[in-house]
């Protein structure tokens, strides 16, 4: 992560579902992917303020999503509890803060938050603004968990003080793709942009 000025020392960032951001809002977002959005936002004593986007035009330097990015990084993150979780025989690591709500951010960065070296391929879910899923996809079998995932995700979303979304996402360049389910809801459906990829992993 490269460090940037400090300039504007309280901006963060969140990763958030479109649908979360109220109608009308002015907020300054970003495309995610997938039906993500990644938020401008101050960190306050009165929580978390959205920076409008005529103040975000008006902010010193040019990069106010690169220092928003940098300063969640590494400020919010570094105390992160990571670990493993097993449901229904599925692996999957667990990003948590309490009470945090800059945790979804993470997200961002899985290689690194989640202590996945090497990793370019996972399948994420954000079901708590203080919480986030990792999942490695190495092969094709790996797809597969998405439905497991999906179930935690709905679990925790559905029990959460802070709720963000029960969708799974397979991350890939710092890019997020939706994953859908067929009719019954047990096969996974990829977007069509991800068929080649799943193609060149091994079974």
Known sequence: MRRVPDSQPDLRLQLLPLELIAHGATDTLRDAGGGLVSRLVRRSERGVVPVARDEAATLEGSEPFAT?????FRLELSDADVRDHETSGVTFRMIAID????VTAALFWPDTT???PGMTDALVCAPRLSA???RPVLTQADIGTAR????VARLITGRAADPCTDGVFWWREGRFHRIDFDEDGFQPV??????PVAATLPL
Do not use: D, I
């Open 68 to 72: 928003a990015a940098e300063h969640t």
């Open 114 to 116: 989640a202590n996945c």
């Open 99 to 102: 009470g945090s709500p800059f």
């Open 190 to 195: 990829l977007p069509t942009e991800l068929g």
């Open 148 to 151: 497991t995932l999906s179930s």
């Open 132 to 134: 986030v899923l990792v």
